[in-house]
Each structure stands twice: as C-alpha cells, then as structure tokens.
Nanobody, 123 residues
C-alpha cells in the first residue's frame, strides 16, 4: 500500500521561503512520477508541480513557475517542493500525490494522496 506523508509546512511572511517534504513508502519510489497539489479555503484542489521518475522532466502551474522547484531524492524515497518568494495567495494545504502503476508521463491523474501540510503566508 502506498503511503505519502508530507511535512515542512508552517507560517511564513510574504517573500519568505519554505521547503516541503513528502516521504513515500509502499512501492519502488524511483519508478513513479510524483506531484504536488494545493487547496485553499473555499477553492478546489489545484495542480502545483510534477516530476518524472528519473531525469530532469518537470512541469509547473503558471502561478508558481519561477518561484517553486520540485525535486526528488530516490535514495531517500522523498519528494520536495522548494517554495521561494511566497505570496499570501500561496496559502493552502499542500498535498503530495502519486499515480497508480501504468499511468504514463505526463501524469494527469493521481491515485494516492498524503494527508496534507498547511502553508500560511502572511502579508
């Protein structure tokens, strides 16, 4: 069973930085793409970033491009999201996600989700 556990959220002032982590277990982490999503109060969950299982392939939502960086450490089974130049509109619960076996890159559907970590950006 795939398990995803996020950490690293918190309260930060606008312009600051945070790094989120997502520890994965239950299958061979390096074989699968991974993604980050977020959900702000009263809004639908939205895509943030995704990374392929190997190599440099990544893609980002336009709203975070140039400020956020997704990366992974396959040896540690861990996914990261480095968030710089944070804005109040980045405030949300952030989720990491993984696709089931068989989905191909780029991934448009995710099947496994973590519990989320709260990020709050004050103005």
């Amino acid at each position: 069973q795939v398990q995803l556990v996020e950490s690293g959220g918190g309260l930060v002032q606008a312009g600051g930085s945070l790094r989120l982590s997502c520890a994965a277990s239950g299958r061979t982490f390096s074989n699968y793409a991974m993604g980050w999503f977020r959900q702000a109060p009263g809004k639908e969950r939205e895509f943030v970033a995704a990374i392929r299982w190997s190599g440099p392939s990544t893609y980002y939502a336009d709203s975070v491009k140039g400020r956020f960086t997704i990366s992974r450490d396959n040896a540690k089974n861990t996914l990261y999201l480095q968030m710089n130049s944070l804005k109040p509109e980045d405030t949300a619960v952030y989720y990491c996600a993984a696709p089931r076996a068989g989905r191909t890159w780029p991934i448009y559907e995710y099947d496994y989700w973590g519990q989320g970590t709260q990020v709050t950006v004050s103005s």
